[in-house]
């Protein structure tokens, strides 16, 4: 007599990314209960203790001391579509190794873990959306494993050119009414939506002064970046995917990491005809290129020179949101070139150095 395998206990989230897998045309119309008063708790937890607090001036540790004061509240408002998202607090960080100055949303640190737990409910769906070349935000994609499918795709393959993409703004920019519609594709529970709506809303405090929120989403806030990955999934990766590549002579590929990616082609030719189309596509979607960051290079014969190029810009982009080394790794352990350290702490892991970089020099190992 065959015995019987017990039943295998899948959580709730675990069902829904199931359903979104199987079902890739499903709306979900029932969501929010998955925000439940332990989830909010669970992810105010990972919180670090030494997070900058929001326009409330709450710490972390003062927020989790009234945790039973405020959660049955916030929940209620959710559930009745009434929730109140708090103004933003606006600050400015340096850009890695420039002087320009990178505009941050701090929300509370309430609103932070509602944040989470949203984000955690609608990833289980559209992490099963996603496609391949999408990175960043997302768990086991970071920039590391953007730069090695980056690297697979121009030293295995038949790539002779690549695209630099730079979005303009793209945080400050995107449509408000565009995101909504995407999202609506698969979330039919108005709860949801309307929580999202009013965090785009969600008014800004700089200088005494709170100004509206009319487009983009805060640089920051634990929402924004799943919010930015379905936007360009809508607007730029599957467009790639379904409508450019077949139209194209010769191979083709997209690595895009939240707002920075790289397109890469065979022929010069259809590379111009991508740039093209993708800046009339883009511009419908309120987004636009930066000229002056956005440019095509030839990867010539010897292709040494120029791949090490594309890996110093590359790793413009991805430390761009504090992630060292990353473009290092293919410019040392890829290109078999020099690792030269800038800013930021690099050893032999995540660099691709077989030997550690010391306190504050460059690291030229030589090693290959």
């Not at 206990?9 to 199931?18: D, K, N, S, V």
């Not at 992810?43 to 009234?66: F, H, R």
């Not at 004061?69 to 929940?75: D, H, P, V």
């Not at 360009?232 to 790639?240: I, M, S, T």
Request: charged content about 25%; overall charge positive; some cysteine.
């Amino acid at each position: 007599m065959q015995r019987e395998e017990p039943p295998v206990m899948t959580t709730g989230l675990e069902r829904i990314a199931a359903k979104a897998r199987g079902e890739p045309k499903l709306r979900f119309t029932s969501l929010a209960h998955h925000i439940t008063k332990e989830r909010v708790w669970e992810n105010l937890c990972q919180i670090p203790a030494k997070s900058a607090a929001g326009v409330d001036g709450e710490t972390v540790t003062e927020t989790k001391e009234s945790f039973e004061e405020w959660i049955a509240g916030m929940l209620q408002s959710v559930h009745r579509e009434g929730y109140r998202a708090p103004e933003i607090r606006r600050v400015y960080i340096p850009k890695p190794g420039k002087q320009e100055m990178r505009p941050l949303g701090v929300p509370t640190v309430a609103d932070r873990a509602l944040q989470r737990s949203a984000s955690q409910v609608l990833s289980a769906i559209y992490e099963q959306d996603f496609l391949p070349c999408s990175f960043g935000g997302r768990t086991g994609r970071g920039a590391h494993q953007a730069l090695a499918t980056l690297h697979e795709r121009i030293a295995g393959g038949k790539i002779q050119w690549v695209l630099e993409a730079d979005l303009k703004n793209f945080f400050g920019s995107l449509s408000h009414e565009w995101m909504l519609r995407f999202v609506e594709h698969r979330v039919g529970d108005q709860r949801l939506i309307s929580l999202i709506r009013r965090w785009l809303k969600a008014g800004v405090l700089e200088d005494g002064e709170i100004h509206p929120s009319e487009e983009g989403t805060p640089q920051g806030g634990s929402i924004s970046v799943l919010l930015s990955n379905v936007y360009l999934h809508y607007v730029l990766d599957l467009w790639f995917e379904r409508v450019v590549k077949p139209r194209l002579r010769g191979e083709a590929c997209m690595v895009r990491y939240i707002d920075d990616f790289v397109l890469c082609f065979q022929y010069r030719a259809d590379a111009l005809r991508a740039q093209e189309a993708l800046a009339k596509r883009l511009r419908r979607f309120s987004l636009t290129l930066e000229p002056t960051k956005t440019k095509l290079v030839e990867l010539v014969a010897s292709r040494i020179d120029t791949r090490a190029n594309v890996a110093v810009n590359a790793r413009r982009r991805f430390t761009s949101w504090g992630l060292p080394c990353t473009a290092l790794a293919i410019k040392k352990a890829t290109f078999g070139l020099e690792c030269v350290r800038k800013s930021h702490d690099c050893d032999a892991r995540s660099c691709g150095c077989r030997t550690r970089c010391g306190g504050g020099g460059t690291c030229r190992s030589g090693s290959r």
